[in-house]
């Protein structure tokens, strides 16, 4: 997880981070779920 910048990804205004396995995280969004969703969605096009 060394490569995963916590810090910035706090930064952002997410409620947290799970490190839920040495090659997996968890974001936790909230109540803005669905616009991240949209957005990541966006980006895979």
Not at 7 to 30: D, E, F
Request: charged fraction near 25%.
């Amino acid at each position: 997880m060394e490569k995963v910048d916590q810090k910035r990804i706090k930064n952002t205004g997410v409620y947290g981070i799970n490190i839920v396995g040495p090659n997996s995280i968890q974001v936790i969004v909230g109540a803005n779920v669905q616009f991240v969703a949209d957005e990541i969605e966006k980006l895979r096009k």
